[in-house]
């Protein structure tokens, strides 16, 4: 796991030094080594630090060069399957100096160039250059473990793992994008490819770009960035022989699970005490020669502990467990970690757990494994059942009388008459997910927001496919959305802040176009969400211990804003912050913090995301440093 930097710079505005010093910035990303490339027209430059995991040996550093001398390439991340395809070049002659993956995949492209992309199984995102074209192939993996960001202009590109390099180098020339903050607000993060700033971009997954360097302008553009894979390639046909489905799940996932083992390194796996980690701990339990070291997190709060499940899976699997108690006031310490983190507004609180759980583990291991995208993959959101129900013909013409009614009933009830609340029955997957998550729905946002005009059409385009029910078009907008751009992210920023690689066995790419072709009355049955995924950890593990609901990892935050956090309700939520910006109307955020005050708590995440949205703004309305002065420009 490691950082990557670089830029292309057709007017040659970017120096060295500037790259050098944006890479520093990513140390925590790679502590072990660093190293860098710089063309010799001074068009091109490649950065790169490194968290040693397979072949810690020097040779093993990067930027990389291939056998031939032709290709440079800089990757974050890990191939799984490197072994198997070092043996695939090693048949063909090929002899390779380290066992790393990054030779592999560098081996790799010069013999087949971007047609090898799909079948590099894990996480990665990797710059290549090729000194004979001139030309820079930038490439991000299947689901989108791994960030990278480009910037553009006429003249330059500049690309990392994280904002803060790019920030570093461009300085106050970066303004804020006022498009992504409706869907901020709406979702609490912002979704590619936008991203807080102007012409800065979140690189889609799965995807791939190639760059030319030999004119005077590049021909970087979202028409020539090209998909090499897609969870619905091909003609779907649902599988559903359940034994027959289990049996193979069951396979593919001890399989990906013994290749995401493979270290040099100390390893582990995070385990909450949940369907997911749990499988994922499970079977590496059963497939590793060593015992398994196991990392959970016990805050001091009842409602949020779930510390006694955990135990309870390690005991079982008979791990080597490792419990750290924590009391609530050292979660909220790490407040201060949350912004530098995520380079740009987040509203994701269970961050502050995720990097808890990441600092403590990094004492005793350098790698573990996350239960990731096993909701989406096999349904296991409670928002599914209400995609179905709001999906009903009939309920059409009844769901404004119920949402009128619920707002006359209990705090439970007006919660839930939210979901009837929609604008528009074509973006119904951003308005379920909003309002399951409690943030501001569309119609609240045109009357919050003082430029309106916003739009949700692009990201609510897989409500078209005919092929697949209601249920399965939300767990797809999960896929596409939640996932990458919400929760990969919180896992991979809460832990490398901290030097810790984590992998995530279930997102496998042949475990996700497998699951994709499960139907879905297998993966939930009888009213029983994760049905199927369930049914292969009872191998395992014993089903009494599960007999309860789901609760997910969080923090007691709606308690939070109204004592120990409720400075920052009114810091951030006043008049003088509120009216800076010119961003929202401050009589309607005094409705939504009133409102709160006076007992409706699922309020409590549209209070937190004015909150970040606004913590954000301040804290990054300071002058920037920009190397270009530094530089003599």
């Known amino acids: ?314 005991r079982h699997l008979q791990t080597d467990h490792h419990e750290f108690s924590v009391k609530e006031k050292e979660v909220m310490e790490l407040l201060g970690e949350l912004l530098p983190a995520y380079d740009e507004p987040f509203a994701d609180s269970s961050a502050l757990p995720t990097m808890m759980v990441s600092r403590l583990a990094r004492n005793h291991v350098t790698v573990a494994l996350s239960g990731d995208g096993g909701d989406e993959l096999f349904l296991g959101y409670g928002a599914y059942n209400w995609a179905k129900t709001l999906d009903k013909k009939w309920l059409t013409g009844f769901r404004k009388p119920i949402y009128a009614a619920s707002k006359l009933m209990n705090d439970k009830y007006r919660r839930a008459g939210e979901l009837f609340g929609y604008k528009s029955q074509d973006h119904l997957n951003t308005h379920i997910f909003s309002q399951e998550q409690y943030f501001f729905s569309e119609g609240e946002l045109d009357s919050l927001l003082i430029q309106s005009g916003f739009n949700f059409d692009s990201i609510n385009t897989t409500r078209n496919s005919s092929q697949h029910s209601a249920m399965e078009k939300q767990a797809l907008w999960d896929f596409n959305y939640y996932l990458p751009d919400d929760l990969l992210v919180k896992i991979d920023r809460a832990s490398m802040r901290f030097s810790l690689e984590t992998r995530v066995p279930l997102l496998d790419y042949r475990i996700i176009e497998f699951a994709h072709t499960i139907d879905p009355s297998i993966k939930i049955k009888g009213g029983e969400l994760k049905y199927l995924l369930k049914q292969v950890l009872y191998d395992y593990v014993p089903s009494e211990i599960f007999n309860r609901p789901k609760w997910g990892f969080s923090i007691p935050l709606k308690r939070w804003l109204k004592t120990d956090l409720s400075w920052l309700v009114e810091k951030y939520t006043s008049k003088e912050i509120i009216e800076k910006y010119q961003l929202l109307h401050f009589s309607e955020v005094q409705k939504i913090k009133n409102l709160y005050a006076r007992g409706f708590d699922y309020f409590f995440n549209r209070v937190w995301v004015i909150i970040v949205l606004h913590w954000w703004l301040e804290e990054n309305n300071k002058p920037i440093p920009s190397m270009n002065m530094n530089s003599g420009k």
């Open 1 to 314: 796991m490691c950082g990557i930097t670089g830029y292309i710079s057709f007017d040659q505005n970017i120096q060295p030094a500037d790259l050098r010093t944006a890479t520093s910035l990513l140390e925590h990303r790679g502590p072990d080594a660093e190293g860098f490339y710089f063309s010799r027209d001074k068009k091109v430059g490649l950065g790169h630090r490194r968290l040693s995991i397979l072949d810690l040996s020097e040779s093993a550093n990067q930027p990389m060069y291939s056998s031939d001398g032709r290709h440079i390439m800089v990757y974050n991340g890990e191939v799984y399957n490197f072994k198997e395809l070092k043996q695939q070049l090693q048949d063909k002659g090929r002899s390779l100096k380290t066992t790393s993956d990054t030779e592999v995949i560098l081996e790799l492209f010069t013999q087949k160039g971007v047609a090898c992309f799909r079948n590099l199984n894990g996480m990665f995102a990797f710059a290549i250059y090729d000194t004979l074209t001139g030309i820079v192939t930038l490439c991000r993996d299947h689901a989108g473990v791994k960030p990278l960001f480009v910037y553009h202009t006429e003249t330059e590109i500049i690309f990392s793992s994280e904002i803060k390099s790019i920030r570093c180098i461009k300085g106050n020339e970066l303004t804020i994008n006022k498009k992504a903050i409706p869907y901020f607000l709406h979702l609490g993060f912002i979704p590619h490819p936008l991203t807080i700033f102007n012409n800065l971009e979140k690189f889609p997954a799965a995807h791939y770009v190639q760059i030319a360097t030999a004119g005077r302008q590049h021909n970087y553009g979202t028409d020539r960035v090209i998909p090499y894979w897609n969870i619905s390639d091909g003609n779907r046909k649902p599988e559903l022989d359940e034994g027959a489905v289990k049996k193979n799940l069951n396979k593919l996932l001890l399989d990906s699970v013994q290749q995401q083992l493979v270290s040099d390194v100390p390893i582990g796996t995070f385990l909450s005490g949940g369907v997911d980690s749990s499988l994922v701990t499970a079977i590496a339990a059963s497939v590793s020669n060593n015992k398994i070291n196991t990392y959970n997190i016990a805050i001091d709060d009842g409602r949020y502990n779930e510390s006694k499940y955990a135990t309870q899976v390690a």
